[in-house]
C-alpha cells in the first residue's frame, strides 16, 4: 500500500459522450480517476465504491497503484497485507525496546517490572 496526496480528483458515472457508464454485462458504475503529489501530472483511475467515494483534494490516502500499459489502475488495499506489515513494525519496536541496555537506575515504588 502507499500513502498518495490527492492534488486533483474526478468522479463520474458518465462517458465522454454523457453515456452512462455500464459494464460488459450491462451493469452500471461509476469511476474514480485522480492526479497525486507522488504520481504528478499521471492520472490514476478505478472504480467509485464505499472505500473511496469520500477522498477529497488535499487528503493523504492509501491505495496501491498497478501500472497496466499507459495507464494507472487504482486498486483497494488488502487489509490483511496492511495488518502485516502493521504487526512486523510493532515486533520490531519492541525487540528493540527489550534489547535496550539495562540501566542501575533506582527504580520508584510505582514503577512495575514485567516479566518479560
Excluded: C
Excluded at 83 to 106: G, H, M, S, Y
Amino acid at each position: 500500500m502507499q500513502k498518495l496526496t490527492i492534488t486533483k480528483i474526478f468522479k463520474s458515472d458518465k462517458d465522454k459522450n454523457g453515456n452512462l457508464l455500464k459494464t460488459k454485462d450491462g451493469r452500471a458504475y461509476s469511476k474514480l480517476a485522480i492526479k497525486t503529489k507522488e504520481y504528478g501530472d499521471k492520472w490514476i483511475s478505478g472504480f467509485l465504491s464505499f472505500w473511496n467515494e469520500n477522498w477529497v483534494e488535499g487528503q493523504i490516502v492509501g491505495a496501491n497503484v498497478e501500472p497496466n500499459g499507459d495507464f494507472l489502475n487504482l486498486k483497494k488495499p488488502d487489509p490483511v497485507a496492511e495488518l502485516e506489515v502493521r504487526v512486523k513494525e510493532l515486533e520490531n519496536q519492541f525487540a528493540q525496546f527489550i534489547n535496550q541496555p539495562q540501566t542501575d537506575e533506582k527504580k520508584s515504588d510505582n514503577d512495575v517490572e514485567l516479566p518479560f
